[in-house]
């Protein structure tokens, strides 16, 4: 335990919640499979960042997190590898039934960017991803979500206006990340997203990450979250 306070401090961790797993070193800790592991030696990422060291073990755990991390921390790979482990350990089910992983995101170039990252990791499996968003024609979108995917990348309004066109529904979804959670409240989508997680079923595990940690996106997380884990890296928070 002391060993683990130590390596958190190192890290510069902070936790709160009940029974946190200790943070992992290495990749090889973190259980993934051969072809998961050959992919992230691609992107030549050697070890894990502080926030993944945290979290993967607390996500693929199961448990709901708060991650708060500075721009540039590694937040997206930290959600996308275990959405990954997440899709591989569902039983295989018709793709007309909707995406399993849904990421929420404040515009389409970080949606653009979650996606391209994305699909480096879930071509492995043959897990297919699909972005969505403002400024791409709604028909082409709709085709595409009808075709089937287990990933989509969404910003809030334009997912919210497929959800009403049925391009595809949520019965499949059971892993929710929210990144980039204060701009996304910044910009105003903090219906949007109540909508979105009002129609993913309740068990989902959920995931919430953040620059910054203003009281309200607090508030926000801890309606919206079962028994999170919160993670800190730096001083933020
Ligand atoms: P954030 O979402 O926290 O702003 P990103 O997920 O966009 O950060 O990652 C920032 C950069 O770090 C990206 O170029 C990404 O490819 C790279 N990166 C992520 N994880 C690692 C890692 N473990 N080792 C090296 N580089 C990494
Ligand atoms: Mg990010």
């Known amino acids: ?20 797993p200790r943070p992992i070193k290495t990749f090889a800790e973190a259980g993934f499979s051969v072809e998961l592991m050959k992919a992230i030696a691609k992107q030549a990422y050697e070890k894990p960042t502080s926030i993944q060291c945290q979290s993967l073990p607390i996500v693929l755990s199961g448990r709901d997190i708060i991650g708060i991390a500075k721009t540039g921390s590694g937040k997206t790979a930290a959600f996308v590898l275990p959405m990954i482990v997440h899709i591989m350990d569902q039983p295989e089910l018709a793709k007309e039934e909707g995406p399993i992983g849904v ?22 499996h043959g897990i297919r991803v ?36 049925k391009a595809l529904t949520m019965l499949r979804a059971t892993y929710l990340v929210l990144d980039e959670a204060d701009r996304m409240f910044d910009l105003g989508f903090e219906p949007q997203i109540k909508s979105i997680v009002g129609q993913i079923r309740p068990d989902s595990q959920k995931l919430l ?15 919206i979250l079962n028994d999170p884990v919160r993670v800190t890296v730096g001083e933020i928070g």
């Open 1 to 20: 335990e002391q060993d683990v306070a130590e390596y958190r401090k190192s890290l510069a961790i902070r936790v709160s919640g009940f029974d946190v």
């Open 103 to 124: 990421v929420c995101a404040p515009t389409r170039e970080l949606a653009h960017q979650i996606y391209l990252e994305a699909k480096k990791f879930a071509k492995v």
């Open 130 to 165: 699909s972005a969505v968003y403002g400024g791409m024609s709604k028909l082409e979108q709709f085709k595409e979500l009808k075709s089937g995917c287990e990933i989509v990348i969404a910003t809030p309004g334009r997912l919210i206006d497929m959800l009403k066109m």
């Open 209 to 223: 990450f953040s620059a910054t940690m203003p009281r309200k996106i607090e508030k926000l997380a801890r309606e």
